[in-house]
């Protein structure tokens, strides 16, 4: 194994309540306070004496895990070499069993994501909404949302996952928090690595990767390419992309590290069916999906960033971040085809502190990102298919060009004290700047739609660390979310007039949207008891404002299908968060059996709507359950049986038609070498072969009737994989 960088940990006494190798967060009553205190009286600095500890005794995921547990709130820490144990196709596979997360593929590699409810109805094909994401550390959210073509998961060491407000000292305001994906680099990859996955509907995906550290210098690169025909029909796909980073330490208080992803992905496009469609024909496609042969492709989209750290001394860091983000598409899905210009550059700073104040231990935070979309962000559309409102025109005519440009600047600064011996108080406050703009520039017109509105966000919560193995959390903080350009010019009902020429029927500009806001209480906790290790969260949210997505036009031979956006009426969302990790039995040499389950509670309605009273809002399943039961022995054998639950999901804001619940189980079978050195598996999904909507993409009032809003499941599949390691 490469040598380490030596950890500098604080006194072990206050660190997180689960761990073994315990790690102190510092924490401070507030900005205001502090300052006032600062002059007010002599504040002392505590200087921590270096503690130097071998990575087999600390690791990098215990000390993740560690600062995650120093949160007053939920969160899930996702290890890539436990996922590793099976098919890792996409975020789906990413993100089973992890409580609080609904993460549902649809025949492509976007999978819709939601936390607490976060972007309910945007379907898995769009930029995702209400969850802020970065890797490591640095943005990969943009005004125009999150693309999901640079979200490879094998490219990846860990995921950490803030759900809600406890996000906010990595700058997310987000209703649904926020996403770390974090890279492997050279101290924690095989020098040489190869990975091989194959199986049903003509899916395989190969990996080769290498990192190691040379001195004061460290690298990783990882490539990566992918190919499946896809369980419905039309729905073939392809990707392949790399990742790669280099890091040097100058010294023990300077080091720095670039990174560079690049990634392809070309998509066809199914189309939507019926309850009675899946019931009877699930492999079936639209009709129009397949006359037009629509497709998404992501030609290329690129990710170049720095991060640099700076250990002023034993107790502050600053951290500087700077990111170029160029993510183009081009859609091929309606009667025009639409190419689209996303490019954003992004700086972060952040400082932190840890102080000895008044006898009390505390930690300041202050940071800053801001990201801004260039100028060359738009669309430039032509006709695709001669019908519909450019009847007449041929394909490869102009119809219309708009911008999608806008801007988030954050300021946060959060403060942890320790009031008494292991309760601890969290404060802060966030200051949000966003700036939203979308100009239909051709045809030429006098339109502009532009937003520019500050908003707030303060946080306030608390700790106990009752003992080792039981913590208890609450907090009340409030999100904001701005509405995206793209939503802004596709919610509008400002349309071109007749005699527009082939931008007849088109919106000529956006139309104003609010941000949306939420007020959140959270309460929890998490341990370890003789049933296993838990981990329970309870949210309440008030939602003002709330950014819905409705299909306000079906996709016909004439016409392309509109999905259009807007604020709701006050809206309620609150659930349950629970995981359980269970050891059942221990038989030594005969090996170990454990249950892990995870269980998502989500009651989103409407408060008291004029036209829908307090109807549930489609999209998500109330009841989401997984669960794992498995078997290992300390040669490297394993095998386990697992299953999936979801409770019916209504397709209408009236809730007048349901998509149907569903049972799913599987079976695993593989081998993973003591010396890490290889690991085979053998995956089964949908043993039963059932028939289920994966995801639900709204409409407003179906009137009872079985309209085409569901993306089908994948049928029975059998996977098969095998890495090898050089280490």
Not at 109 to 114: D, F, P
Not at 535 to 560: C, G, I, N, P
Request: aromatic share 10%.
């Amino acid at each position: 194994m490469p040598q380490q960088r030596p950890l500098t940990l604080p006194v072990p006494r206050c660190a997180g309540p689960i761990s073994h190798s315990r790690r102190l967060a510092w924490s401070l009553l507030g900005v205001g306070v502090m300052v006032g205190s600062a002059q007010a009286a002599e504040v002392q600095v505590m200087q921590l004496p270096s503690v130097e500890v071998s990575g087999e005794d600390y690791s990098e995921i215990q000390a993740a895990q560690d600062a995650l547990h120093t949160i007053p709130g939920a969160s899930n820490l996702v290890d890539m070499a436990e996922v590793a144990s099976g098919r890792i196709s996409g975020n789906e596979d990413l993100f089973r069993y992890q409580a609080g997360i609904y993460a549902k593929a649809a025949n492509n590699e976007g999978a819709k994501i939601s936390i607490r409810g976060s972007g309910i109805n945007r379907g898995p094909g769009a930029h995702a909404s209400g969850i802020y994401q970065m890797f490591d550390g640095l943005p990969l959210t943009g005004p125009g949302g999150t693309p999901y073509e640079l979200l490879e998961p094998l490219w990846l060491s860990r995921v950490e996952v803030l759900r809600g407000a406890n996000g906010f000292d990595r700058g997310s305001l987000a209703l649904g928090g926020a996403i770390d994906y974090i890279t492997h680099t050279g101290y924690d990859a095989p020098r040489l690595q190869l990975r091989y996955e194959a199986g049903s509907h003509g899916y395989t995906k190969r990996q080769i990767s290498s990192g190691q550290v040379l001195g004061d210098a460290d690298y990783y690169v990882s490539l990566t390419d992918s190919r499946y025909d896809g369980y419905q029909d039309h729905s073939a796909g392809s990707s392949q992309g790399v990742a790669a980073n280099f890091g040097y330490r100058f010294s023990p208080e300077l080091e720095t590290r670039f990174y560079f992803r690049y990634r392809e992905t070309d998509n066809d496009t199914p189309g939507r069916l019926t309850r009675y469609q899946i019931s009877h024909d699930p492999r079936a496609a639209s009709a129009v999906n397949v006359a037009r042969d629509s497709k998404r492709l992501q030609p290329g989209s690129t990710w170049i960033a720095n991060k640099t750290t700076w250990h002023l001394d034993d107790s502050s860091k600053v951290v500087a971040g700077l990111v170029y983000h160029d993510y183009p598409m081009d859609l091929r899905e309606g009667t025009n085809r639409m190419k689209v210009a996303y490019t954003d550059v992004s700086a972060t700073l952040d400082y932190s502190r840890d102080d000895l104040l008044f006898g009390h231990q505390s930690k300041t935070t202050v940071g800053f990102r801001s990201t801004t979309a260039l100028p060359n962000s738009g669309v430039s559309e032509h006709v695709r298919t001669p019908v519909g409102n450019t009847a007449g025109y041929p394909v490869g005519t102009r119809t219309r060009d708009y911008s999608y440009l806008g801007s988030d600047n954050v300021l946060h600064l959060s403060n942890e004290l320790e009031l008494m011996p292991d309760l601890w108080l969290t404060t802060g406050l966030a200051a949000i700047y966003t700036r939203r703009q979308t100009e239909v520039t051709y045809p030429v017109n006098s339109d502009r739609t532009s937003l520019h509105d500050w908003d707030y966000a303060p946080r306030l919560g608390l700790r106990y660390d009752y003992r080792a193995d039981l913590q208890v959390f609450g907090n009340l903080s409030r999100s904001v979310e701005p509405p995206h350009p793209w939503s802004m010019i596709w919610g509008s009902n400002l349309y071109f007039p007749a005699g527009s020429g082939a931008a007849t029927g088109l919106q000529r500009a956006g139309v104003k949207l609010q941000n949306q806001t939420a007020t959140t209480l959270e309460l929890g906790g998490r341990g370890q008891a003789w049933f296993g290790q838990w981990d329970l969260a309870w949210y309440y949210s008030q939602v003002r404002h709330e950014l819905l997505s409705v299909e306000t036009q079906a996709a016909t031979a004439t016409t392309s299908q509109v999905i259009g956006e807007s604020n709701a009426s006050p809206t309620i969302h609150q659930g349950v968060e629970l995981a359980l990790d269970s050891p059942l039995w221990d038989g030594g040499a005969r090996g170990k059996l454990a249950l892990r389950q995870a269980y998502t509670f989500s009651d989103f309605h409407y408060e008291d709507d004029q036209r829908f009273g307090s109807n549930p809002l489609p999209g998500i399943p109330v009841h989401y359950y997984q669960a794992e039961l498995r078997y290992s022995h300390p040669s490297g054998v394993y095998t386990g049986i697992n299953v999936q639950h979801a409770s019916k999901v209504a397709v209408d804001y009236a809730n007048s038609y349901d998509a149907a619940p569903y049972t799913l189980f599987g079976a695993t079978l593989g081998y993973a070498a003591p010396s890490e050195s290889w690991q085979t598996w053998l995956d089964v999904r949908n043993l039963t072969n059932e028939r289920y909507a994966s995801t639900v993409t709204p409409g407003y009032d179906d009137q009872g009737l079985d309209a085409a809003r569901s993306t089908p499941g994948d049928g029975l599949g059998v996977y098969a994989g095998v890495s090898w390691s050089l280490r």
